[in-house]
Every structure is written in C-alpha cells, then in structure tokens.
C-alpha cells in the first residue's frame, strides 16, 4: 500500500511561486497515475494538474495551465508540483494523489489514495 505525504505549501505573496512536493512510501509510486487536487473552504475538491505513470503526458486545469508544471521522480518516488505567478484565488489546501487508471483522470472519485494535505495561502 502506497502512503502519500505533501510538503512544501505556506504563504507566499501574489506573483510568487511554490513547489510542493509528494512523496510515496511504500509501493512503487510508478504503478500509479498522480494527480493533485486542492479544496478551497466552502468548494468542492478540483482537479489540478496530473501526469501519466511515465511522465509522458501532464494535464491541467485551464485556470492553472502555464503557470503550474507537474512532474514526477520514479526513482524518488516523488511528484512535484511547481506552481508560479501564484494568485490569491490559488489559495486553497493541495492534496496529492494516486490512481490506477490507464489515463489520468480528472474526477476526485478515481482516485485510490491521498495525502493529507498541504495549505497554500496566496496573499494580494
């Protein structure tokens, strides 16, 4: 069984930038599809960015596309997420997660295993 553990979140002024961090025990890391989520209070939990077992392919959500880079270490067993030009609407806490899936998946519901989260605050 993989465990997945975040870091790297804090508060950070608007136009900064962040790399959070995911790493797995356990279980290769490898066998899974990763994504990451984040929940802003009072809204549901939304699909963020994720990447492919290999590394291959990434996605994003329009509202994070070329300012958020996703990518991941198999060796390390580790995902990153490096997020830049960070707004105060980026504010929320990320969670890291994996799935087994044959693509990656966008809805939270596909998802096997998550972290427990990390808070990012975006001041303006």
């Known amino acids: 069984q993989v465990q997945l553990v975040e870091s790297g979140g804090g508060l950070v002024q608007a136009g900064g930038s962040l790399r959070l961090s995911c790493a797995a025990s356990?279980?290769?890391?490898?066998?899974?599809?990763m994504g990451w989520f984040r929940q802003a209070p009072g809204k549901e939990r939304e699909f963020v960015a994720g990447?492919?077992?290999?590394?291959?392919?990434?996605y994003y959500a329009d509202s994070v596309k070329g300012r958020f880079t996703i990518s991941r270490d198999n060796a390390k067993n580790t995902v990153y997420l490096q997020m830049s030009s960070l707004k105060p609407e980026d504010t929320a806490v990320y969670y890291c997660?994996?799935?087994?899936?044959?693509?990656?998946?966008?809805?939270?519901?596909?998802?096997?295993?998550w972290g427990q989260g990390t808070q990012v605050t975006v001041s303006s």
């Open positions: 997660a994996a799935c087994r899936t044959v693509v990656v998946a966008k809805n939270p519901a596909a998802y096997d295993l």
């Open positions: 356990g279980r290769t890391s490898s066998s899974y599809v």
């Open positions: 990447i492919s077992r290999s590394g291959g392919s990434t």
